[in-house]
């Protein structure tokens, strides 16, 4: 496999992960998707406060060619974000499921969460994405 | 449209894990493993391999033929010697631009004449529309294959396979005849990039043992290759311009700040030359500016630049630049509030972000 894809997180099928944390579920974007935007140089990030709604755009991840939505993969109430990204938005590519971390949301419906993709589910997509 | 085609270097790109897309109907590496960042970098600071076979060649010769580029093109070929290349924007009537492109002087009956990819069919007509006397075109765009070997360790990887001296090879100049690693190749002292380097043309049967000799001996110079995507934002840092951004139908080259390249007293007349003299008269209310982000955001084309409520104007090109480690754009600006202003709102998802308005190019090589 030529991507991390990590275990004790979901992934949705636009390449977020999702960390259930207490009530809490931290939100990222997944090693597949870093690698195919390249170097991330700008995020744009959601106002503590915002609902974001499972499916919808919730942040803006730009590399050098193209820009990204992050798709919220659960619905929730925003209550943290990661400002180191803006002065090091690279952290995405670096680390992906760690500092690279983008925003954290109080889960209204766990059961969103289930029914995300498991790290074997998840592998498989990205083999058929891949050969897209 | 046709399905995309293969540069006599595509198996390279592959092994070498290029990120292949089609581009202008070409399947060319966008980046390669290391990223578009480094190799920017790389090509800044050692060097760089790039494919660019999929640029156009067209080859005009006979005893009209420089008339016949004297009409076409809007700088001043009777300038041009032997040996020598000169850069010219090609207009329509209108001032617009059919395309840019390169000029190279064999001798004074035989030129040969690079153009962008994707135009190389529309202009290949448009010089047939334009031709007469004793001229005779010829495109050659399928049977050559070309590699831009960019940056400071340029010169030293080409000369260990050059039969030329490359030293005393000044920029815009070109040997006609060289073999490199024994292979016979046009080899000229211009590059996209804003970088010392060299563009190597060779017939597509030669295309292999050139590309593995230069990569070969490449090693020790710290040789990496690099993609479309390093290509334009080298362009952009350098502030030249690319037809579709810059340049198009309905812009002029004096719109895009490319004067110097326009040779408006002319003697002989040319297509573009009376609307170019009137723009020149008259003045334009969009002209080529440089800005750079006051506020951290990605310049894009096509987004609205505006002063209070006033859009003046579009981004045409932008990114970050590795080299400044800054946002950088290229814009159409209304020149009246330019005069007034030094400061502008960039409007990126409706949100106004605060860029300077800078000289251009970002990027000058130290020599």
């Known amino acids: 496999m030529k991507y991390n894809i990590i275990e004790g997180v979901k992934y949705t099928k636009k390449h977020e992960w999702a960390r259930h944390e207490d009530n809490t579920v931290v939100v990222g974007l997944s090693d597949f998707a870093q690698d195919k935007l390249g170097e991330i140089v700008f995020v744009e990030l959601p106002d503590i406060g915002t609902e974001v709604e499972a499916g919808k755009g919730s942040a803006v991840i730009e590399s050098v060619k193209a820009v990204a939505d992050l798709y919220a993969p659960v619905d929730g109430t925003v209550v943290e974000v990661n400002e180191d990204l803006f002065d090091q938005p690279e952290a995405i590519n670096s680390d992906p499921y760690g500092a690279g971390w983008v925003y954290k949301v109080e889960i209204k419906d766990e059961a969103q969460l289930d029914a995300l993709m498991d790290k074997p589910t998840y592998e498989k997509f990205v083999v058929e994405e891949d050969e897209k | 449209m046709s399905e995309a085609k293969k540069t006599p270097f595509y198996e390279k790109h592959v092994a070498l894990e290029g990120k292949i897309v089609d581009y202008s109907g070409w399947l060319l590496p966008v980046q390669y493993p290391k990223g578009l960042v480094e190799e920017v970098h790389d090509t800044r600071k050692r060097a760089t391999i790039f494919d660019v076979s999929h640029m156009g060649e067209v080859s005009v010769k006979g005893k009209d033929a420089e008339a016949f580029l004297q009409k076409i093109a809007v700088n001043d070929i009777s300038r041009l010697k032997n040996n020598a290349i000169m850069y ?16 190279y002087r064999f001798d004074e009956e035989d030129f040969f004449l690079v153009v962008n990819a994707a135009n190389t069919d529309k202009d290949y007509d448009w010089f047939k529309d334009n031709i007469f006397g004793d001229a005779e075109l010829k495109n050659l765009s399928s049977d050559y294959a070309q590699i831009a070997l960019q940056g400071p360790n340029s010169e030293a990887i080409l000369q260990q396979l050059a039969d030329a001296p490359l030293a005393e090879m000044r920029n815009y100049h070109f040997l006609p005849e060289v073999k490199v690693a024994g292979v016979d190749c046009i080899v000229s002292r211009t590059g996209y990039t804003g970088e ?12 292999d043992a050139l590309w593995d000799a230069v990569w070969a001996t490449g090693e020790k110079y710290e040789l990496n290759p690099a993609g479309l995507g390093a290509r334009d934002v080298l362009r952009l840092e350098a502030s030249m311009p690319l037809y579709g951004h810059e340049l198009s139908k309905e812009l002029t080259p004096l719109q895009a700040g490319l004067d110097r390249f326009v040779a408006l007293e002319k003697k002989i007349a040319f297509n573009g030359q009376e609307a170019l003299k009137k723009q020149q ?4 209310n969009r002209k080529l500016f440089g800005l750079e982000m006051l506020e951290r955001g990605v310049p894009r084309e096509g987004y609205p630049v505006k002063v209070g409520d006033q859009e003046i104007g579009w981004v045409s090109s932008g990114s970050y630049s590795p080299t400044l480690d800054r946002f950088i754009a290229m814009a159409f600006l209304d020149p009246e509030v330019v005069k007034q202003t030094r400061e502008v709102d960039l409007m990126i998802r409706n949100r106004a972000y605060r860029a300077r308005i800078t000289k251009l190019p970002f990027y000058r090589r130290k020599k």
């Open chain 2, 281 to 284: 008269r008259e003045g334009m």
């Open chain 2, 88 to 103: 010219s924007p090609v207009c329509y009537p209108d001032g617009g631009v059919v395309d840019d492109i390169l000029v």
């Open chain 2, 196 to 207: 010392d380097g060299f563009e190597v043309y060779c017939k597509n049967d030669g295309a």
